[in-house]
């Protein structure tokens, strides 16, 4: 069992920065690929951003791509989603999840444990 907790989200204007941390705790997160989706009200999830186990390969949306960074920390069981140039479109709940493999993909349905989530809203 995993238990993914998200924090770091909050109200920023558009063109700001935010952070958002995933911590995993229970079983061995340095072996899970990792991804980050968004849900906006009335649309459906959507990939953002996700990485393998080990860093070396790292998945964008074309909407953040050369906005948004992904990365992690396997000492700290942590993985993060740098969020800069923020829009009022990238309003919404961030999720991370955890893969069962070590290699990432941009599908939701690949991803077996998943986080609450956390609001990001950004305002024009």
């Known amino acids: 069992q995993v238990q993914l907790v998200e924090s770091g989200g909050g109200l920023v204007q558009a063109g700001g920065s935010l952070r958002l941390s995933c911590a995993a705790s229970?079983?061995?997160?340095?072996?899970?690929?990792m991804g980050w989706f968004r849900q906006a009200p009335g649309k459906e999830r959507e990939f953002v951003a996700a990485?393998?186990?080990?860093?070396?390969?790292?998945y964008y949306a074309d909407s953040v791509k050369g906005r948004f960074t992904i990365s992690r920390d396997n000492a700290k069981n942590t993985v993060y989603l740098q969020m800069n140039s923020l829009k009022p479109e990238d309003t919404a709940v961030y999720s991370c999840a955890a893969r069962l493999y070590s290699t990432a993909t941009m599908d939701a349905y690949d991803y077996y444990y998943w986080g609450q989530g956390t609001q990001v809203t950004v305002s024009s």
């Open positions: 229970g079983r061995t997160f340095s072996s899970y690929a």
């Open positions: 990485i393998s186990w080990s860093g070396g390969s790292i």
